[in-house]
């Protein structure tokens, strides 16, 4: 497990890159597929943490997570524009991967919901050499595995309850990637402004 503070490792969002030199999507795995502790990463410190509500740590009282949950570093969903401040989420459709783990990733789309009047964007990859790598878009996925679309949309309208996530359709491969980049430049014109200050 990565902890800047405590072992020196790399900020999660600001030190690994969003990408690879050969233009390959990374993300930073926050919950491993089948577990059910609430894990994110400080946006200040870079390090991971057990989200808590009411000084009580968080566990998703549902159905494990049926995917690998993370971040994709160097992004950021901006408030400005409907989202909450955070790094962009995303979703590997593969065995479990270890917290901390940086993967390469191939993105094929996204599933967007919203959530409390923020739009909250989960994108949706595979991983190279996985159990779907060769899909490329999700649209294939919807039509050669419909069901494994359908588990992740009725995981997250599920998991907080009726009416906490509102499914508001899909983004394509090319939509998919266009945000990445677009929330990725908004993370770069957030280092300048916070240079500046």
């Known amino acids: 497990m990565f902890n800047s503070e405590m ?3 790399p900020h999660l969002i600001d030190d690994v890159p969003y990408k690879t030199e050969d233009n390959v999507y990374q993300m930073v795995v926050e919950i491993p597929a089948g577990t059910n502790e609430k894990w994110q990463t400080d946006p200040v410190t870079g390090a991971f ?4 509500i009411n000084g009580t740590l968080r566990i998703i009282n549902f159905l494990p997570y ?4 993370g971040i994709i570093p160097q992004t950021i969903l901006t408030k400005e524009k409907g989202g ?27 599933i967007c919901f919203s959530e409390r ?7 949706v990859a595979i991983l190279p050499g996985g159990p779907f790598q060769d899909i490329h878009d999700i649209s294939e996925l919807l039509m ?3 069901g494994a679309v359908e588990i992740i ?5 599920g998991y907080k309850g009726p009416g906490s996530f509102l499914f508001q359709g899909y983004a394509n491969k090319k939509e998919a990637t266009e945000l990445v980049e677009e929330t990725h430049m908004d993370w770069l014109a957030l280092q300048v402004k916070r240079s500046a200050e």
Do not use: C, M
Not at 88 to 107: E, F, Y
Not at 117 to 123: A, L, S, Y
């Open 153 to 157: 949309r009725l995981w997250f309208e």
């Open 144 to 146: 050669r595995y419909p």
């Open 84 to 110: 909450d401040g955070d790094p962009t989420d995303v979703i590997t459709l593969a065995p479990a991967q270890a917290r901390g783990n940086i993967s390469s990733i191939r993105i094929i789309g996204a």
């Open 7 to 9: 072992t020196g490792n």
């Open 117 to 123: 009047g923020e739009t909250d964007t989960k994108i």
């Open 66 to 69: 049926p995917f690998n949950y």
């Open 49 to 52: 943490y057990h989200d808590q």
